[in-house]
């Protein structure tokens, strides 16, 4: 029943800002916390900004001072403000939500994931 959507990438310039969208939606009870991870082609899927319920926030040092997460409880909705893109930060973009149902504990949920890429 859970579904988590990413929206808001596509192709960017250097230098330019996107904002990412993830939308959870179904029987949620608590989403928890919320995590933006990216994976490019040929390497790993990290973690790139994470945010709890309480609204604590953790950066990876390579978007530091550039991403912003932020979320919107009242939609069950996650936010990455990306700004400053550059080419490094191609990838395709996945939002993870840990959150618990009306009739499942917590548990990890992702989403299909929306491709950014910054080109000029």
């Known amino acids: 029943q859970v579904q988590l959507v990413e929206s808001g990438g596509g192709l960017v310039q250097p230098g330019g800002s996107l904002r990412l969208s993830c939308a959870a939606s179904?029987?949620?009870?608590?989403?928890?916390?919320m995590v933006w991870y990216r994976q490019a082609p040929g390497k790993q899927r990290d973690a790139v900004a994470s945010?709890?319920?309480?609204?604590?926030?953790n950066y990876a040092d390579s978007v530091k001072g550039r991403f912003i997460i932020s979320r919107d409880d009242a939609k069950s909705t996650a936010f990455l403000q990306m700004n400053s893109l550059k080419p490094e930060d191609t990838a395709v973009y996945y939002c993870?939500?840990?959150?618990?149902?009306?009739?499942?504990?917590?548990?990890?949920?992702w989403g299909q994931g929306t491709q950014v890429t910054v080109s000029s």
């Open positions: 945010i709890t319920r309480s609204g604590i926030t």
């Open positions: 179904g029987s949620i009870f608590r989403i928890n916390d």
């Open positions: 993870n939500a840990y959150l618990s149902t009306y009739t499942s504990a917590f548990a990890h949920y």
